[in-house]
């Protein structure tokens, strides 16, 4: 039987243990006043399974180099009505500004915002009504009119437009034979409508001679189309140079033939510039 005097000892005792209990609570929080998880182990959500302990499921923070405490790891801020839950939802996920309610308003927002901002600038600089000609204008014979830009045509058309606007130039000597008569100095065989300019030195020969001009004007025979008779430097004459331009469709040839013979081969430089005409 406890006696009154044991009784009174021990209050103390209890005092101190009441006031260690409250500020233990204090610190724990009271969970059974919540509607749910009304104890620690509820709100721990701890399973009651071996080798589930709490150390097992967080592990050692004290073994880490880093953030050796809970508190640590969660950075929780040691603010008034800072809790981890305010910290992360109601500064964080709910936040007005820049929470996810506001974010969702805003990514909602773009597509309209840019269709009408693109619409009006679209309207305003006259784009629209010029892309609805273009669609409009878009058929049949202008997809045609593209397709002529593929590389299957594009080189061809080009090479004939470089064909009619390019010229062709030969720069040669003829050696006209001792044999003398009538020799050719040169002679085109093209069937093409072309401009020809033609020019031959004739300083090396000592004696006068004559220079013709075929055609094949019927495209099977040379007719002589120009007869020219060229003076020497020896016999007074002053010609050095004898040029023609001429434009046909026809074979073409020079020729030339000494007056007196020469007593030996004679060189005859020339030059030719074509121009195709068709």
Not at 230 to 237: F, P, Q
């Amino acid at each position: 039987m406890i006696s009154k005097q044991g009784i009174e000892q021990t209050r103390p005792e209890l005092s101190t243990h009441d006031t260690a209990l409250a500020a233990l609570q204090t610190d724990l929080g009271d969970p059974s006043a919540r509607t749910n998880l009304q104890t620690l182990i509820a709100m721990m959500g701890n399973p009651d399974a071996a080798g589930k302990s709490l150390y097992d499921n967080l592990g050692d923070f004290v073994g880490l180099t880093n953030f050796s405490t809970l508190l640590a790891l969660l950075g929780v801020p040691d603010v008034s009505g800072k809790s981890l839950y305010a910290v992360l939802v109601t500064d964080l996920l709910s936040h007005g500004t820049h929470g996810l309610a506001q974010l969702r308003t805003d990514i909602a927002a773009i597509p309209t915002t840019m269709r009408g901002t693109d619409s009006a600038a679209t309207v305003a600089d006259g784009w629209d009504a010029a892309l609805a000609t273009i669609l409009d204008n878009f058929n049949a014979t202008r997809i045609g009119d593209l397709d002529e830009l593929a590389s299957g045509n594009m080189p061809a058309d080009l090479d004939t437009v470089k064909g009619l606007v390019d010229t062709a130039e030969v720069d040669s000597s003829f050696s006209y034979l001792d044999a003398g008569g009538e020799q050719d100095v040169y002679e085109d065989a093209v069937t093409t409508r072309r401009k020809i300019s033609f020019s031959m030195d004739i300083n090396a020969m000592n004696q006068g001679g004559v220079v013709k001009v075929y055609l094949k004007v019927d495209g099977t025979n040379y007719r002589v189309w120009i007869l020219e008779n060229i003076d020497s430097t020896t016999s007074g004459g002053t010609e050095d140079v004898y040029t023609i331009e001429v434009v046909t469709n026809q074979n073409f040839k020079v020729s030339y033939t000494e007056d007196v013979d020469e007593t030996a081969a004679r060189a005859i430089p020339y030059s030719v510039v074509t121009q195709v005409l068709e």
